[in-house]
């Protein structure tokens, strides 16, 4: 299954379960997010046409990150572009999601272990701005 985390109309994110299962290629982000994800099922003896990739200039204005939670579980707390708590929702392992726009927290709710995939270069501070956590009585879970 995929989920689309909104806010109105403006995507937060959006989540691949590990369930998820397709013949063939699915891009289940839009063409002009600067990071694209994508979704690929193949059967053995497939081939994808040996490539390099052009020099193409791109401008990003903002970080997206794809995180592959590896082993674990956690709870991803969505804020919006205003810096105000949305949502929560709770991932697994197998699980992969883009953070496309607005804020977000994490706790661990075991021993996780995940990969991160952004674009660089790292900014150091100047890349984020801090937020207020959310409270254990401001939560709301979707599942």
Do not use: C, W
């Not at 689309?4 to 998820?20: D, F, K, P, S």
């Not at 982000?29 to 990071?35: A, I, L, M, R």
């Not at 193409?56 to 579980?73: C, D, M, N």
């Not at 707390?77 to 883009?98: H, P, Q």
């Amino acid at each position: 299954m995929i989920e689309n985390v909104l806010q109105g109309e403006t995507e937060l994110a959006i989540i691949v379960r590990t369930g998820y299962e397709r013949k063939g290629i699915t891009f289940v982000t839009p063409n002009n997010y600067s990071q694209q994800l994508g979704y690929m099922n193949r059967p053995a003896g497939y081939r994808i046409a040996a490539h390099i990739h052009n020099a193409v200039p791109r401008a990003v204005t903002f970080t997206r990150e794809v995180l592959f939670i590896k082993s674990g579980r956690l709870r991803v707390d969505f804020y919006g572009n205003d810096g105000r708590y949305v949502e929560s929702r709770i991932l697994y392992a197998g699980d992969v999601i883009l953070l496309a726009s607005g804020g977000h927290g994490f706790e661990m709710l075991e021993d996780t272990q995940m990969i991160e995939v952004k674009q660089g270069p790292y900014a150091g501070d100047g890349d984020k701005t801090l937020l207020e956590p959310v409270t254990a009585g401001q939560l709301r879970i979707r599942e």
